[in-house]
T-cell receptor, first 114, second 116 residues
Framework: AQSVSQHNHHVILSEAASLELGCNYS??????LFWYVQYPGQHLQLLLK??????LVKGIKGFEAEFIKSKFSFNLRKPSVQWSDTAEYFC????????????FGKGTRLSVIA | GAGVSQSPRYKVAKRGQDVALRCDPI?????LFWYQQALGQGPEFLTY????????KSGLPSDRFFAERPEGSVSTLKIQRTQQEDSAVYLC??????????????FGAGTRLSVL
């Protein structure tokens, strides 16, 4: 069975600090990888996704993630966070064939302070 | 509509009461998924549909949970004889169905169920 592990439960950063959120998955086959973000009071929104090709993917709002197949990892990064990045971040995977349920990590709460 | 719509946004039920949660997917989306999100946790899969066919219901926690999508569009998640442990946010997501960008799931705002 697939599983997703997010290493950090709560991260607190000052504005302009760099961000890296860890995500590791467990699955025997090829997967699609996603990062979703949930801003306070809002619904889950797609931040970025990886299907195939270049393992470094760029998403909205300056976020990027790198797929390292040998490490089963898909870490999220941002060079300089802003107060508006305060949110909950979820890593998710599903089978490469698509049209299958997502398996989510438990999420990482990011708090950015001025 | 422009996005996935769920109703009601909030539901308070007395233990033992039946509830029905509605999901309107994005128009034209073939696949529809239900997830349950407990406080402080990530969403967990309940069931999903491709058009009107329920392809997987392995995540439904008990036979008190039932979902349907009779015309391949709107879906209803029904919980019978609610228990306190059913308290959670119930999320609906839809996708075009397929590989690549057709695989992207778009989420509704969820229904927060509180069972007293």
């Amino acid at each position: 069975a697939q599983s997703v592990s997010q290493h950090n439960h709560h991260v607190i950063l000052s504005e302009a600090a760099s961000l890296e959120l860890g995500c590791n998955y467990s699955y025997g086959g090829t997967v699609n990888l996603f990062w979703y973000v949930q801003y306070p009071g809002q619904h889950l929104q797609l931040l970025l996704k990886y299907f195939s090709g270049d393992p470094l993917v760029k998403g909205i709002k300056g976020f990027e993630a790198e797929f390292i197949k040998s490490k089963f990892s898909f870490n999220l990064r941002k060079p300089s966070v802003q107060w508006s990045d305060t949110a909950e971040y979820f890593c998710a995977v599903n089978e490469f064939t698509g049209n299958t349920p997502l398996v989510f990590g438990k999420g990482t709460r990011l708090s950015v302070i001025a | 509509g422009a996005g996935v719509s769920q109703s009601p946004r909030y539901k308070v039920a007395k233990r033992g009461q039946d509830v029905a949660l509605r999901c309107d997917p994005i128009s034209g989306h073939v696949s529809l998924f239900w997830y349950q999100q407990a406080l402080g946790q990530g969403p967990e899969f309940l069931t999903y549909f491709q058009n009107e066919a329920q392809l997987d219901k392995s995540g439904l926690p008990s036979d008190r949970f039932f979902a349907e999508r009779p015309e391949g569009s709107v879906s209803t998640l029904k919980i019978q004889r609610t228990q306190q442990e059913d308290s959670a946010v119930y999320l609906c997501a839809s996708s075009l169905g397929g590989t690549g960008i057709k695989n992207i799931q778009y989420f509704g705002a969820g229904t927060r169920l509180s069972v007293l």
